[in-house]
């Protein structure tokens, strides 16, 4: 699944490629971290590398399906 993050302050988004996850609990993650006490929400990407992004800073939350919108280049 393909998620995309708005930062606040910032002219990109972040793109993360997340393996295996279901849309359901994904869905419920971002929710918890945006309503509680978390201040950063950590996702992992299918390389297995951590991404961590402040909950303050979030703008918006994209989550789309792997593969979907125009690609460039050689994709993995």
């Known amino acids: 699944m393909m998620i995309r993050i708005g930062v606040r302050d910032t002219p990109k988004e972040l793109e993360i490629d997340v393996a295996d996850a279901d849309r359901d609990e994904m869905e419920v993650l971002i929710e ?18 951590d991404v961590g992004i402040p909950t303050k800073r979030i703008a918006y939350v994209d989550l789309g399906e ?6 460039i280049g050689f994709g993995v």
């Open 32 to 49: 918890e971290a945006l309503g509680g006490d978390t201040p950063v929400l950590w996702l992992t990407d299918r390389h297995g590398r």
């Open 66 to 71: 792997a593969g979907s919108g125009p690609r």
